[in-house]
């Protein structure tokens, strides 16, 4: 049954005509935006065999000593149901998570993976030695199109490639056309299929300077409406294994691992805010959670299970010791969880309470096989963080698609639900990039306390999509002022055209039942399951034009300060608006056009003590404060 809900949910997720409620494709990958790889080392990395890769480390990129390129996100977002925690995904972004400059809409080259040397001409270890093609070397993989991304369409492809060192020249010994998963499933009746290649051509790549290569062809949507253009054709690929004295059915691997990421233990949220968790704790964790545990192996394995939660100084306050218990082969059982110790009752647990505005917990998932000999120890221990901050979050922080409406001044409305009454004082949206940046159009920033009947607390014109080039950051919207809600409330947007916004959308979480949107007069709620990015910022007041996870640095002079009120900004060349906020976060004096070079503003109207100055220039952001005395 799970599995005919996920083929129907991917169904209608690829569903292209044009519709009032849309999912799309992204045109960035945030996790990768600016976080270029450090490996510029000149030193040549050989490996000798087995080379074992199956990505489940906690980098987004590929390992150093495994591979010399980083185009391709290491992640457990974009694939379902995988063979180990963690895959590779292939797409249309390069190494900086940004489309690549040559993406048109016919195939073009997009991510390659590359491995280092590898020695094919030797074995090493207790019994060193030339390699020979009677040794059955062996090349493996699992792959996967689209998963929970994009299909692929025909014309696409995924490739692997052999060097030679003899021949200097790259040879195709694999590929495979795109396709959908839904229609994969129903051709292999699995959802990875596991391809074995055997290495015979001693001449070609029996040296020390072997290589292989995975490359993916990836085409743009060629779709009228820009707003809708974004990140296609994915493809996933795991498990990756290069060894000797193999065979070609040879799928058999002494490992038992985890499938699925960490989850939260509160029953509806990725996080929230410290003081409302605190106020009905028990009404906000789960009963028990679901890990899913693969045995790759071909007998059965005793193992054992347990979680920690920690605390911020690393303390264990609470440990869940499983014991043990026999766990199938993944072939023919398939997946499994145990009943008593992969869902724990945590009914019996509820985070302990601390001081402060906020906490967080690291909860630490391992299993354990019973016997020695696990092939890769990293895929039995998972983690998750989980955080109470100031914002609600239903999302985990990683988008898969994007999300819009049309037409025109069509409404979406997203639902919380507080424990006490709290003041609103902002909303953080994840924005995904449109091709061309054709999706920064302005529209309101809408707060509801009810859809039936409708009633607006609080909007705000002006607004519209903005970027931010870093890992994981939100753009914050702030109010003018703190909007007192209680109960269930709503935020989002009412646009102002019929182009697509494309906020985050996350399929590995689901809180459909929480988003609604109005396109001809009538709240609906929303046919897809998974969660927008949009967070309420909630409590006390905030620091003035800071993104919680931003790292955007730039040069802002004020002077002079502390002052009687009349000071002068100094900012360059650019023409950035400027906004200033008083201690309560109240904004007090904005300019939308600046002359180049210097500002000079007096505020001597206004009492004495700290106002927070907030400079912006399309998508960059400067802050400050400045001394009134």
Known sequence: MKKQ????????ISFTAIAQEVITGL????????????NSSKTEIYRSIPFVDDFSSENIYPADTLWKDKNVFINNDYCLFPPSVNVATFDALDKDG????QAIATAFPADTLTSVKVRLDSVFGLSPGPLHVNDSVYFSFFYQPQGLGNAPEAEDSLLLEFYSATDTKWYK?????GTTMTNFHNTYGEYFKFITIPITDSLKYFSKDFQFRFRNYASLANNSIPSWAGNVDQWNIDYVYLGKNRIGTDSIFNDLVFVNKAPSFLKYYQAMPWNQYLNNPASEMKDSINNLISNMNDITKNSSYKFDVYD???TSVFPYPGGSYNIEPFIPYGYQTCPQHAHPQLGVFTFPSATGDSASFDIVHVVRDGLPGDYLPYNDTIRFKQKFYNYYAYDDGCPEAGYGLTPANSKLAYKFDLNIPDSLRAVDFFWNRTYNDASQKYFYLTVWSSLSP???IYQKSGCKPQYVDSLNVFYRYYLDNPIPVSGSFYVGWKQTTADFLNVGFDFNTNSGNNIFYNTAGTWYQSMYSGSLMIRPVLGKPLPVGINENATINMSLHVYPNPTNGAFTISYGTLQPAIYIYNSLGKLIYVKEKTSQ?????DLSGYNKGIYFIKMQNGEKIWTNRIIIQ
């Open 5 to 12: 809900f996920l083929i129907i949910l991917l169904f209608l």
């Open 27 to 38: 045109i960035s990958n945030p996790k990768m935006l600016k976080h270029i790889s450090n």
């Open 98 to 101: 940004k489309l690549y400059a």
């Open 173 to 177: 010994v694999w590929g495979a056309s």
């Open 312 to 314: 911020k100084t690393g």
């Open 454 to 456: 409708e009633t607006i």
């Open 597 to 601: 070079g210097s500002e000079q503003i």
